[in-house]
C-alpha cells in the first residue's frame, strides 16, 4: 500500500504545478482512477477476515460498505456516460442525516 501511497503522491505534486490541464486528466483517467481498486480491495479484505471470526460489527460494517461501493460504481459509470442513471450516492450517502 505504500507504494500506491507514493504514487498519489507524486502524481499530486506532478499535477499542481503543471500548467497543462491534460496532465490532470491523464492522471485522474489512467492512475487515480485504477489505483483505488488496491484501497477498496484492502478494506474489504480486513472486513471479510473480521466478519469470518464471528464480528457482528464488521458484517454490519461489510454491508453498508457494500452498499456505498455499488453506489459509487454506478455514479462512475454515470459520470463516464456508461449508463444513464441519476447521481446516487447523494441519496445514500445524506439519507441517513
Known sequence: ???????QVVGSIIVIF?????????????????SWFFYVGGFLYILWVSMM??????LIMLSVVMVLLIST???????????NLPPL?????????
Open 1 to 7: 500500500m505504500l507504494g500506491i501511497n507514493g504514487i
Open 18 to 34: 503543471h500548467p497543462s490541464v491534460e496532465v490532470w486528466d491523464f492522471f485522474q483517467n489512467n492512475v487515480n482512477l485504477y
Open 53 to 58: 471470526k464471528k464480528n457482528r460489527d464488521a
Open 73 to 83: 460504481v454506478l455514479d462512475v459509470l454515470s459520470g463516464q456516460a456508461i449508463i
Open 89 to 97: 450516492s447523494t441519496y445514500f450517502l445524506f439519507s441517513s442525516l
